[in-house]
């Protein structure tokens, strides 16, 4: 089966230094396991936001971001291979969001889950 997902994705950063082009890899299952670690540190109130409304995610997010802000960063190092370093000093906000992006995106982490479903559904109907 092939698979119609890119293997790479680039983000573009501004630093200090001038723009920096960032390339996102696909990820090997070892550090998916690395990533699904971290994620189990992660509070699940940070993990609420995915059912808040924009408005919501507005007001919450600067409380959510400092309750868990180490294992976040740590949590991006692992999925971008860029260091912790790097994401602290030269990465802004938005360009994070960017790299969760192209992260999400290139791992089709959607595809996974949706596959995983259907996996479930055809061993639970056994």
Same mark, same amino acid.
Do not use: I, Y
């Given at each position: 089966?092939?698979?119609?997902?890119?293997?790479?994705k680039k983000v573009i950063i501004s630093t200090p230094k001038g723009a920096r082009e960032i390339v996102i890899s696909?990820?090997?299952?070892g550090k998916y396991a690395q990533v699904m670690e971290k994620l189990k540190v992660i509070p699940r109130s940070i993990l609420s936001i995915v059912d808040m409304e924009?408005? $919501?995610i507005i007001v919450n997010l600067p409380n959510l971001m400092a309750e868990c802000w180490s294992d976040i960063v740590e949590t991006l190092s692992i999925?971008?291979?860029?260091p912790v370093e790097v994401l602290e000093n030269e990465v802004g906000m938005e360009e994070a969001v960017d790299i969760v992006i192209a992260v999400i995106e290139v791992n089709g982490f959607f595809n996974i889950a949706?596959?995983? $479903?259907?996996l479930w559904a055809k061993i639970g109907s056994r």
């Open positions: 089966m092939s698979s119609s997902l890119p293997k790479t696909k990820m090997p299952l924009s408005d $919501q999925a971008s291979g860029l949706q596959k995983g $479903q259907a």
